[in-house]
């Protein structure tokens, strides 16, 4: 059984391996842009297509960026991991051309549960949404 840290570096190279190949990235033009041990931040650029029928970015495309942030972070530390809860709160509206940046930190990352805090920012540093997340680790490496 490889020592923790070397656990550690597995799941980033398994994660930053799968990063280039993950269909709802690509989709969503999502890029991971720095991934650490309990902490990963990942980018998107809002479009048009991005928009509901008030004209306002839909709150499930600022949540699935988070979600992105959170599914990488937790499974730095604890691989395979799976969310159990996710709880957002949309604090100021996102826009068209918007990068908004999404960023997440592991603050418990145990045998039986995780628990993340995720923070979704424009490119001038606003607040967008603030989640906190929750993780099952399904089995050892």
Do not use: W
């Amino acid at each position: 059984m490889p020592d923790a840290e070397g656990g550690k570096a597995d799941n980033l190279a398994e994660l930053k391996a799968k990063e280039k190949v993950e269909p709802i990235a690509s989709f969503l033009k999502m890029r991971l842009v720095e991934l650490s041990p309990g902490y990963a931040k990942v980018v998107m650029k809002l479009t048009p297509e991005h928009q509901n029928f008030n004209g306002l970015i839909f709150g499930g495309i600022i949540m699935a960026l988070a979600d992105q942030a959170f599914a990488y972070a937790s499974n730095s530390l604890a691989y395979p991991s799976f969310a159990s809860q996710f709880n957002i709160h949309f604090l100021n509206a996102a826009k068209v051309d918007d990068e908004l940046v999404a960023e997440c930190r592991v603050v418990k990352s145990g045998k039986r549960v995780g628990l993340s805090e995720i923070t979704v920012l424009n490119q001038e540093g606003k607040l967008i949404a603030k989640a906190t997340g929750t993780t099952i680790p399904v089995a050892e490496k």
